[in-house]
């Protein structure tokens, strides 16, 4: 038994009170029971579900793992994880996925849905086995990490998914157009003389693969949307009924590619950062609806590869902790707390057709608490996750979580 008093629901001046029961929302404002916890007025929300993070195990332990990227989660707001399978080795076996689960079950802090590769091995020709990947738990498919650069391979996955209900994800970029690219093709790579990764590279690989979406029937999720062409693209399939969804990260909303003036590798993600025109166009596009969601892309690496130069350093940020605070100090205005949320919840649940996170009686106890006003610096020194650097170190934000309850217990809570 859990009470969590002195809280608001979002839009509420009402201090209330929640009362959880066996993993379960009991009531509201009942008599305290159990363990007590002083909300101290922080807004209540359902918990984050994460719909694209890199948690590097099995066998990328240095780089992150389960405990670490799972708290880091939960300190971040999220109840729910979807893990990518480009690890070593790619999770394209059942037992793997029973074993993530299992694993990170154990350790009581955020849950862990395992992605599942949509080819054996990631190599873009033979299909894994996804009915049995499915029955063992896993949330998607995907070859993220690689693109699917064989599109009878795409099609042949998109309709076996849907018959088993499935969506498949796809990080669309055309390789041979990407190439050596390590940033934005424009006047900025120009100007510093690094290859370029054009926009077209993005645009041409998602409007093939709303031609092969379109011609199955599917369910084809875009992953991490970076251009106002693509965005275009998604727009006008959805007009026509195409299935397909789209998410944005927001790093592509709060940085461009101004920032590798600095030659910092710690700029460097895929797709690239871009200007601020596509950022400008990708949040309209949050507003009106055309994106479907908020992911992360949570890519933690070390220090010591993240120092690398910009040829040679791996591409990916890695603040899970801070990406609420930061859509909301930046865009809270635009967006409100409700959409904002709902960004974070019930669009990712739409997504991947899973059950609306609610709060209401006998639902559920997956959510977090977010303290909407008090300003606080970043200090990547006291992340959870071991890639404790970001480029916003120093910032001053708000909105910052200090209560996430998963399953009716505590996974995590703000020490100061």
Not at 175 to 192: D, F, H, K, W
Not at 237 to 260: F, M, Q, S, W, Y
Not at 281 to 298: E, S
Request: net charge negative; aromatic share 4%; hydrophobic share 45%.
């Amino acid at each position: 038994m859990l009470t969590v008093t002195n809280i608001r629901r979002p839009g509420s001046d009402t201090p209330e009170t929640l009362t959880v029961e066996n993993g379960l929302i009991k009531g509201w404002n009942l008599a305290a029971e159990g363990e007590v916890i002083d909300g101290q007025g922080a807004t209540l929300v359902p918990a984050f579900i994460e719909a694209h993070a890199h948690l590097r195990e099995p066998g990328q332990e240095q780089k992150e793992d389960l405990a670490s990227g799972l708290a880091a989660a939960a300190a971040g707001g999220y109840g729910t994880v979807i893990s990518m399978p480009n690890t070593s080795p790619v999770v394209d076996d059942p037992a793997t996925v029973r074993a993530l689960i299992d694993k990170a079950a154990r350790l009581g802090l955020a849950r862990l849905r395992p992605a599942a590769a949509l080819t054996r091995g990631q190599d873009g020709e033979q299909l894994a086995e996804l009915s049995l990947l499915a029955e063992a738990g896993a949330a998607m498919f995907t070859d993220d990490g690689r693109t699917n650069e064989n599109a009878r391979t795409l099609r042949l996955g998109l309709d076996y998914a849907h018959s088993l209900g499935q969506v498949v994800s796809v990080h669309a970029e055309d390789a041979s157009l990407r190439a050596g690219g390590v940033m934005n093709e424009g006047p900025v790579s120009e100007a510093l003389g690094l290859p370029g990764n054009p926009a077209a590279a993005e645009a041409a690989r998602i409007a093939r693969d709303i031609e092969i979406c379109a011609l199955t029937g599917g369910r084809l999720h875009i992953q991490h949307l970076s251009t106002a062409r693509a965005l275009e693209l998604v727009r006008s399939a959805k007009a026509r009924g195409v299935n397909i969804t789209c998410e944005v990260c927001p790093h592509h909303l709060l940085l461009t590619d101004e920032a590798l003036r600095s030659f910092d590798a710690i700029y460097k993600v895929a797709p690239p950062l871009r200007t601020q025109s596509d950022a400008n166009a990708l949040l309209a596009g949050l507003q009106d609806g055309t994106v479907d969601c908020l992911a992360t892309d949570h890519a933690p690496h070390t220090r010591a590869e993240k120092e690398l130069d910009l040829l040679q350093a791996p591409s990916g940020i890695a603040y899970i902790e801070i990406a609420f605070p930061l859509m909301w100090t930046n865009f809270g205005e635009q967006l409100g707390l409700q959409k904002l949320v709902d960004l974070l919840t019930v669009d990712v649940a739409r997504v991947l057709a899973w059950p609306a996170p609610s709060l209401e009686v006998g639902a559920p106890a997956d959510f977090t608490l977010l303290d909407l006003e008090t300003v606080r610096p970043v200090q990547p020194e006291t992340f959870k996750s071991k890639a404790k650097f970001t480029p916003w170190a120093g910032h001053e934000l708000k909105g910052w979580p200090t209560l996430t309850v998963v399953g009716g217990a505590v996974a995590y809570r703000r020490e100061s």
